[in-house]
C-alpha cells in the first residue's frame, strides 16, 4: 500500500465511526455508522478535520449513494472501514477513493479506536481492498 509516497502529498480520509464516551471507533458498517470523521493526513501527522453525522445512516441495502456523496464533497482520497458492501464500495472504487481495511485479526478482537485505525493506515498496515468485504 502507497499512502503517502511522497511525504508531503496531503491525503483526505472518511472514517465511518461510532462514538462511545469522548472516544470514537471504527463503526463496524460502513453506510449505516452514525457519524463520518474526516482525517487530514499530511506527511507524519494527521488532524481530524471534522465529524459529521451519517443523515443517509437509515438507508436500504444498495442505497447509499449519499454517503458517497458525502465522502466526494470533503475530497476524500480514502476510506478506512471494516467492511463495505457492494454497492458503495464500486461506487467510491469509480470515483477514484481507494477502501482500506482493518486486518481481519484486529476487527475481530475488540472495537478499533480511531486514533489506532489512522496509525495503521500512516505506517502501512493496512490492506488495500481489492472488493467489497461485509463485516456484520
Known amino acids: 500500500m502507497s499512502t503517502n509516497s511522497s511525504g508531503n502529498q496531503q491525503l483526505i480520509i472518511g472514517v465511518p465511526i461510532i462514538k462511545i464516551g469522548n472516544e470514537y471507533y471504527i463503526s463496524p458498517h460502513f453506510g449505516r455508522a452514525p457519524y463520518f470523521a474526516f482525517i487530514e493526513v499530511s506527511g ?9 453525522e451519517n443523515l443517509h445512516a437509515v438507508h436500504e441495502h444498495g442505497k447509499g449513494r449519499g454517503i458517497v456523496e458525502l465522502l466526494a464533497s ?11 458492501g457492494y454497492g ?5 472504487k469509480e470515483l477514484g477513493i481507494k477502501a482500506y481495511y482493518i486486518p481481519a485479526q484486529e476487527a475481530n478482537r475488540r472495537l478499533i479506536p480511531l486514533s489506532k485505525a489512522i ?3 500512516m505506517n502501512n498496515q493496512l490492506e488495500e481492498a481489492a ?6
Not at 470533503?74 to 463495505?84: A, D, E, K, T
Not at 472488493?131 to 456484520?136: A, S
Open 74 to 84: 470533503r475530497n476524500v482520497n480514502s476510506v478506512i472501514v471494516l467492511g463495505i
Open 131 to 136: 472488493e467489497p468485504r461485509e463485516y456484520d
Open 44 to 52: 507524519n501527522s494527521y488532524k481530524i478535520r471534522e465529524v459529521v
Open 88 to 92: 458503495a464500495f464500486y461506487m467510491i
Open 119 to 121: 496509525e495503521m493506515f
